[in-house]
């Protein structure tokens, strides 16, 4: 028998409890992982490891947790938050694969234990939204484009624009010019 704060829980019972989180852990659609701060990683299910590039389960239990961080001080910044809050608030974030490419996920983390005050093992769930934000950049791409393509059909309606004023400008100007001769010859004759 063991005591969980509120019962006495039986070895059969515990088990069942178990089995229950092994299910909701191994089924669960979403990735999951357990870590130690130090960056060992205690466990995780197969849709982590498949999110990350990893054969297997297994296969993703052989590495680190710092693996999956393309610089060393956003795992550091994520453990000072986790040892301040507790937990961090539902973010994107942009960690690596396996092959060192980017893999940009939707996660939750937090202290899921405490060994003598301090943060002892870390919970992340993540849902992988790389396809999202790459078609998302892709459209981004293909806007720029049609932007960038229209603009010299701007650029060339502004000058046609332009150049259509300047001329009628000149046209003006040059009316005015010869109604000026045509008065200073007026005024010539009147002064003779």
């Not at 939204?129 to 502004?158: G, V």
């Not at 009316?175 to 009147?190: F, S």
């Amino acid at each position: 028998m063991l005591w969980n704060g509120d019962a006495t829980i039986g070895q059969g019972e515990l088990q069942l409890w178990r089995d229950r989180y092994r299910i909701l852990f191994d089924r669960n659609v979403a990735g999951t992982i357990l870590t130690n701060v130090e960056g060992c990683i205690v466990d995780c299910n197969e849709p982590f490891a498949q999110i990350f590039g990893f054969e297997s389960r297994a296969d993703m239990l052989a590495h680190s947790a710092w693996d999956l961080y393309f610089d060393r001080i956003e795992r550091e910044a994520l453990i000072d938050r986790l040892r301040s809050r507790g937990s961090c608030a539902t973010e994107e974030v942009c960690l690596r694969g396996k092959d060192g490419l980017p893999v940009w996920v939707l996660t939750t983390r937090s202290v899921a234990s405490f060994k003598e005050g301090r943060p002892d093992l870390l919970l992340g769930t993540v849902i992988d939204i790389t396809a999202p934000k790459k078609a998302r950049a892709k459209l981004q791409e293909i806007k720029d484009a049609e932007s960038a393509a229209r603009a010299p059909e701007n650029d060339s309606a502004s000058t046609a624009d332009l150049s259509h004023k300047l001329a009628t400008l000149l046209r003006r100007e040059s009316r005015i010019q010869a109604l000026g001769t045509q008065n200073h010859g007026v005024e010539r004759t009147h002064q003779d």
